[in-house]
Nanobody, 124 residues
Framework: VQLQASGGGLVQAGDSLRLSCVVSARTLSGYTTGWFRQAPGKEREFVGTRWRGGNTFYADSLKGRFTISRDITKNTVYLQMNSLKPEDTAVYYC???????????????????WGQGTLVTVSS
């Protein structure tokens, strides 16, 4: 399974941006697909995930601004980011897992498939 993330770029504070992640699986069904980010000099952190059962979960600090969706016909997962702030600047990674357990959906090492990352820069 390969993941290809895209959509990053340079935006201003308050702008919106949508990231895409194409998953080269036969179908997205059965996969938990998540987003993580890593800012310069910081550890990779959980952004949110769509559990294979259908529910979505987000980091508490991002609730209300970030939304994960998917188009199963395109095998694509999206991360809609609104009201962006300079502190959202990071490389954003998509990840997928067919065997992750529910209690570990926020742990990056629990995902076995990763995209290459796309850089989001938010200027003030």
């Amino acid at each position: 399974v390969q993941l290809q993330a895209s959509g990053g770029g340079l935006v201003q504070a308050g702008d919106s941006l949508r990231l895409s992640c194409v998953v080269s699986a036969r179908t997205l069904s059965g996969y938990t697909t998540g987003w993580f980010r890593q800012a310069p000099g910081k550890e990779r952190e959980f952004v949110g995930t769509r559990w294979r059962g259908g529910n979505t979960f987000y980091a508490d600090s991002l609730k209300g601004r970030f939304t994960i969706s998917r188009d199963i016909t395109k095998n694509t997962v999206y991360l809609q980011m609104n009201s962006l702030k300079p502190e959202d600047t990071a490389v954003y990674y998509c990840a997928a897992s067919s065997r992750i357990i529910y209690s570990q959906i926020g742990i990056s090492s629990s995902y076995e498939h990763w995209g290459q990352g796309t850089l989001v820069t938010v200027s003030s």
